[in-house]
Structure formats: C-alpha cells, structure tokens
C-alpha cells in the first residue's frame, strides 16, 4: 500500500478496546469543539463490540457530549433490527442503550426492507440531511469504524461485487451470495471521505487480510479494504492486535500500549 499505513499495535482485544475508546472520544471531542456536532458511523461484526461496551462505561462515557453524537452505520445486514445478526441490535446491546444518545439522533439502516434500492437511497438522503458535505458534495463523517474481513472485505464491500466501482451513489443495497443475506452498506467513495477512518483488526485470523491490505499486492477489486484511502484531507488509521499483525514485516514503531485509557 501507497506510504506507510498508519498503524498502531496494541497488545490484545482489551487494549484495542481501550485505544479504540479514547480514539472516538477523542475524534468526537474535536467535532463537537469544531462544528458543534459528531457524526459517526459504527461497524458492526464482533471485533469492535468490546469497544462499544468500554465507550459506555466510565471514564469514557462522561467524556462524550452524547446529546451532540449523531450515530449512523457503515453497514448493515438484511435482517429485522430485533435479530440477532443485525448490527443495530449489536450496538442498542453493547452502547446504545447505555448512554444518552437521543433516539432521534439514531439512523438504522432499513436493510430489511424488501424495496432494497428505495431503502438504500432514503439512507442517502438521510446523510445528506445530517451530515455535511465534503470534498465534491459527498457526505462527511467525522469518524467510521471499520472491522476488516477474513476475505479483506470492509462494511459490505465484498470482494469481486460490483458495488466496489461504485462511484456516484453513497449508499448501496443488494443480495451477497457468500453472505446469503441482502446488504446494505456505504460505498467506497462516502468511507475515503470520512474525516477519520479507524480500522479495527484483532485476532489472528485476521494476519493474512491484514497483510494482503497493507503489504500485499494493490488489487482492490479482491481486497476492498484497499478501496479505503483518505480524501479531502482525511485519515485512515489502522488499530490492530499482536495476534492480528503477526504477518507483516515490518511492525509499526508505534506505541504497544497495554490496554491505554
Ligand atoms: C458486518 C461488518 C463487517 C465486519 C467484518 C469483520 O456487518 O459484519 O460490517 O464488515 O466488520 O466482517 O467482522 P468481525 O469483526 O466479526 O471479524
């Protein structure tokens, strides 16, 4: 990948939580004091739950202006929110319910919804209404969370899918055969554009993606994580475990904080 990615290695899950934590009170903080506002889209999957259940205990919930937290999703999968599979659901369990984010500050992609396309472009308009434009008129949020697949997919950007070319709309929906499940997620151009992007990595079943992305060939079509680059003065920051960059060669000389914050 293009220059040296920005990588911080933690010791393990706990200290990725940690750092994720201070990471998103961080960014939120510096939202609020720049615009009044913090926008963010969370990631679904297992790797960051550990940092959503962190963000809503002390000390990092009293250090979020949460009346000012705007929450959308980067992606979600084509289930009602009440089923366990839904990111929704995962994040009302492990943060949401926890803190006083108003409901009404709360975007759910509608990725049941049997009219995907109409579903998909609503949530369109919906970051069109609540989240500035950017760079070329695209929506800007502050921070997105991302988990890296073991096939080095990101959000619902799946390898070899023709969303991954996607260049005019931000928000896409359709059926992921490996998945067997519609998804809907925001596209490439909408996550580059983000003020932060911060992957979260852990486990070692993660090291040979983690490589492929970083270290591998550039072939973005097979390795959509490569798709996530920063635009409009943005930052892409990988936050990842020793179990999950024990492939690359070269290790971050980044601090390995034990479970910071
Ligand atoms: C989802 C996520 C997805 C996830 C990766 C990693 O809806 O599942 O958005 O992109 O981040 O699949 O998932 P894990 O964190 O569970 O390994």
């Known amino acids: 990948m293009a220059g040296d990615p920005d990588l911080q290695v933690v010791a393990d899950p706990g200290a990725l939580a940690a750092a994720g934590a201070e990471h998103v009170v961080r960014a939120c903080r510096t939202a609020v004091a720049g615009r009044g506002e913090f926008a963010i889209a969370l990631s679904g999957g297992d790797t960051p739950k550990p940092l959503y259940e962190r963000l809503g205990e002390e000390p990092f919930r009293s250090r979020v202006p949460w009346d000012k937290v705007r929450v959308f999703w980067g992606d979600e999968r084509g289930v009602p929110p009440t089923d366990p599979r839904s990111n929704f659901r995962m994040a009302e369990e492990t943060l949401l319910r926890r803190v006083p984010v108003r409901p009404e500050r709360v975007h759910r992609m509608p ?78 151009p909408v996550l580059s554009r983000a003020g932060e992007v911060l992957f979260l990595v852990s486990g070692a079943s993660k090291a040979e993606a983690l490589w492929r992305v970083l270290e591998g060939p550039r072939r973005p079509d097979v390795v959509p994580a490569q798709l996530i680059r920063p635009v409009g003065g943005g930052r892409v920051l990988w936050l990842a475990d020793a179990a999950s960059t024990s492939r690359l060669s070269r290790r971050a000389a980044a601090r390995s904080e034990e479970g910071a914050g």
């Open 111 to 188: 990725a049941e919804r049997a009219d995907l396309d109409e579903a998909a472009d609503e949530y369109a308009d919906v970051l069109r209404v609540h989240v500035p434009a950017g760079a070329g008129g695209w929506p800007r949020l502050d921070l997105v969370l991302l988990g890296l697949g073991e096939d080095a997919h990101v959000a619902s950007l799946f390898p070899g899918a023709p969303v991954l070319r996607e260049a005019r709309r931000t928000v896409v929906a359709y059926y992921v055969p490996a998945q067997g499940m519609n998804r809907m997620t925001l596209t490439a």
